[in-house]
């Protein structure tokens, strides 16, 4: 298993890295199978599997760190990403505050709030398929608020963070 951060040509890509001022745009987690993976993402058509070999033609992995779980551990994973996150809404409320606090913090050196107070609960954001691995990785004790956490912030959080 492993988590993966991507970068497309699409426009919603160019636009994050171009706001958060970084590599990537996107998070994913993928479960490694003989026939090319499964990846498990929240994008702008909501939280849902993806067919990771096929997904590679329309992304670019930029960076990715593999858990190297039992299969039990894995196995409870898969439990938690279909029954709490499979099919719910992309939290576009979440989106659009996050868009709009990146640009007062680009273009006027203002902080992001801890918070993003147009999340809604049962919506999801991309980095926010990571509450279903976090136990297993460095950041299991931290509180973060996904919801203002830029898939970039996510990866220097997770590798600063080894234990």
């Known amino acids: 298993m492993k988590m993966i951060w991507t970068k497309s040509a699409l426009p919603f890509s160019k636009l994050v890295r171009y706001g958060l001022g970084t590599d990537c745009s ?23 599997p993806k067919f990771y070999k096929s997904a590679l ?19 409870e994973v898969w439990d938690e990403v279909v029954a709490r996150l499979d099919g719910r809404e992309y939290d576009w409320g979440a989106f659009f505050y996050f868009c709009w606090r990146g640009a007062l913090k680009k273009f006027f050196a203002r ?16 980095v926010e398929v990571f509450s279903a691995v976090k136990k297993y990785t460095a950041l299991k004790d931290v509180a973060i608020e996904l919801s203002m956490t830029g898939p970039h912030e996510l990866y220097l959080l997770l590798t600063e963070a080894k234990p």
């Open 57 to 75: 033609a329309h992304m670019e992995v930029v960076h990715q760190i593999d858990l190297p779980l039992h299969i039990v551990d894995e196995d």
């Open 26 to 48: 996107h998070f994913a987690i993928v479960f490694d199978t003989p026939a090319g993976g499964l990846m498990f993402e929240s994008n702008l058509l909501g939280t849902h």
């Open 111 to 126: 902080p992001l709030p801890k918070k993003n107070a147009w999340a809604k609960d049962g919506t999801d954001l991309c």
